[in-house]
């Protein structure tokens, strides 16, 4: 499982049975929706690059926080104070870590999300009732895209593909998702799941 894509990280949402095209979602529609986005709560499915699939649970706590918990092992991705930290119980030597600001995920979590930005979005399309959007660091498009898949009334996010700097795919859908509400510091600390692992 490549992980880094994930913190990086569409196939066509599962069950949205509405066969008629919806309008396209306004990017000042999204880009406002992302940033009303401040905690967010639920299970999600992962879709690796070589088709395993992982289950879990996400936290998310914008701007520049997030935590995945993978369901049947130890494995935990952790995202805060600008960097990236992957626990793999595979791994040996500790963490690997990176900045966030190399990983498309850190478009998601930016203080002020604004796909107005001139090479930012690279695709902004409908599909049955979902409006897709591919976006990159317009200054650095070789870490790679983050390719979101969004519905409507109200706009929601539903999932989204990573496709990160070496090319492979990271799919991830996102459950019923709980919006609002405080989750804990210490969820997002790299710091603290350094000292609780050694």
């Known amino acids: 499982m490549n992980l880094r894509s994930l913190a990086l990280a569409p196939a066509l949402i599962i069950g949205l049975a509405v066969p008629a095209l919806a309008e396209k979602i306004p990017l000042n529609e999204i880009s406002n929706y992302l940033n009303s986005l401040k905690t967010l709560t639920g299970a999600f499915t992962q879709v690796n690059n070589d088709g395993s699939i992982s289950t879990g649970t996400v936290y998310i706590q914008r701007p520049g926080r997030?935590?995945?918990?993978?369901?049947?092992?130890?494995?935990?991705?952790?995202?805060?104070?600008?960097?990236?930290?992957?626990?793999?119980?595979?791994?040996?030597?500790?963490?690997?870590?990176?900045?966030?600001?190399?990983?498309?995920?850190?478009?998601?979590?930016?203080?002020?999300?604004?796909?107005?930005?001139?090479?930012?979005?690279?695709?902004?399309?409908?599909?049955?009732?979902?409006?897709?959007?591919?976006?990159?660091?317009?200054?650095?498009?070789?870490?790679?895209?983050?390719?979101?898949?969004?519905?409507?009334?109200?706009?929601?996010?539903?999932?989204w593909v990573v496709t990160d700097d070496a090319g492979e795919k990271t799919t991830v859908i996102l459950g019923e998702m709980s919006k609002g509400g405080a989750i804990a510091s210490s969820k997002f600390s790299i710091r603290n799941e350094l000292a609780r692992r050694n």
């Not at 092992?73 to 952790?78: F, G, I, N, R």
């Not at 650095?140 to 929601?156: A, D, K, L, R, S």
């Open 66 to 159: 997030v935590r995945f918990e993978y369901n049947n092992d130890s494995t935990l991705v952790l995202a805060s104070a600008g960097n990236v930290a992957i626990f793999d119980p595979k791994s040996s030597g500790g963490p690997q870590q990176y900045p966030l600001s190399q990983t498309p995920l850190s478009i998601i979590l930016d203080a002020n999300v604004d796909l107005s930005r001139a090479n930012m979005v690279t695709g902004h399309s409908e599909g049955k009732n979902s409006t897709i959007v591919t976006a990159q660091d317009p200054e650095h498009p070789e870490y790679g895209n983050i390719q979101m898949v969004f519905t409507p009334g109200p706009t929601e996010l539903r999932q």
